[in-house]
Antibody
Framework: QVQLQESGPGLVKPSQTLSLTCTVSGGSISSGSYYWSWIRQPAGKGLEWIGR???????NYNPSLKSRVTISMDTSQNQFSLNLNSVTAADTAVYYCARDVWGYRDGYFYYMDVWGTGTTVTVSS | QSVLTQPPSVSAAPGQKVTISCSGSSPNVGNNYVSWYQHLPGTAPKLLIY???KRPSGVPDRFSGSKSGTSATLGITGLQTGDEADYYCGTWDSSLSAGVFGGGTTLTVL
């Protein structure tokens, strides 16, 4: 049973970098069958896809966040990470990591089948 | 502003049926498969439907999904108070090369 757990500071100052780690247990992050994603939910708002990484290092990012986001992977620790720089109060949210299933048949199929429990990050001075 | 459009809220009585719509466009819903998630406050979102209409193991057959053109629909029959949650549709957007979600729909079981 694969499980994901987010960790990182709960409070980040404006203009600084938000850094979170997702630790994967019960399975290898480098298996090659899955992508690994970050999603967030600001208070009172819906889910927002941030980006994802494949074991090869290939990444995709939300165009609206692309200039500030970096997602990386540490296969030796079975972890992947999110860095979001130049944060503002608008980046205050619950951040989730998730496992992606993605591919193409007669259209792209894409879904997150395993999620972490989420971690709250507040941007405030 | 979400790429996919959902009604903000729906409601129905226990035992009844409800549908939640998800409207998109050609690069996303129109040409790719849709998934649905149930999200209760304070918990991790849960995959309910994938590939438009498939249910993961453990998801009751009261939940169903369908797609036609650039719109998808989640159906829930035999409503229970435990179904009260936020529901999100999601898919891949081929133009953005990114995952996209709907704005979410809050289900109230009256």
């Amino acid at each position: 049973q694969v499980q994901l757990q987010e960790s990182g500071p709960g409070l980040v100052k404006p203009s600084q970098t938000l850094s979170l780690t997702c630790t994967v247990s019960g399975g290898s992050i480098s298996s090659g069958s899955y992508y690994w994603s970050w999603i967030r939910q600001p208070a009172g708002k819906g889910l927002e896809w941030i980006g994802r990484i494949y074991p090869s290092g290939s990444t995709n990012y939300n165009p609206s966040l692309k200039s500030r986001v970096t997602i990386s992977m540490d296969t030796s620790q079975n972890q992947f990470s999110l860095n979001l720089n130049s944060v503002t109060a608008a980046d205050t949210a619950v951040y989730y990591c998730a496992r992606d299933v993605w591919g193409y048949r007669d259209g792209y199929f894409y879904y997150m089948d395993v999620w972490g429990t989420g971690t709250t990050v507040t941007v405030s001075s | 502003q979400s790429v996919l459009t959902q009604p903000p809220s729906v409601s129905a009585a226990p035992g009844q049926k409800v549908t939640i719509s998800c409207s998109g466009s050609s690069p996303n819903v129109g040409n790719n498969y849709v998934s649905w998630y149930q999200h209760l406050p304070g918990t991790a979102p849960k995959l309910l439907i994938y590939d438009n209409n498939k249910r993961p193991s453990g998801v009751p057959d009261r939940f169903s999904g369908s797609k036609s053109g650039t719109s998808a629909t989640l159906g829930i029959t035999g409503l229970q108070t435990g179904d009260e949650a936020d529901y999100y549709c999601g898919t891949w957007d081929s133009s953005l090369s990114a995952g996209v979600f709907g704005g979410g729909t809050t289900l109230t079981v009256l």
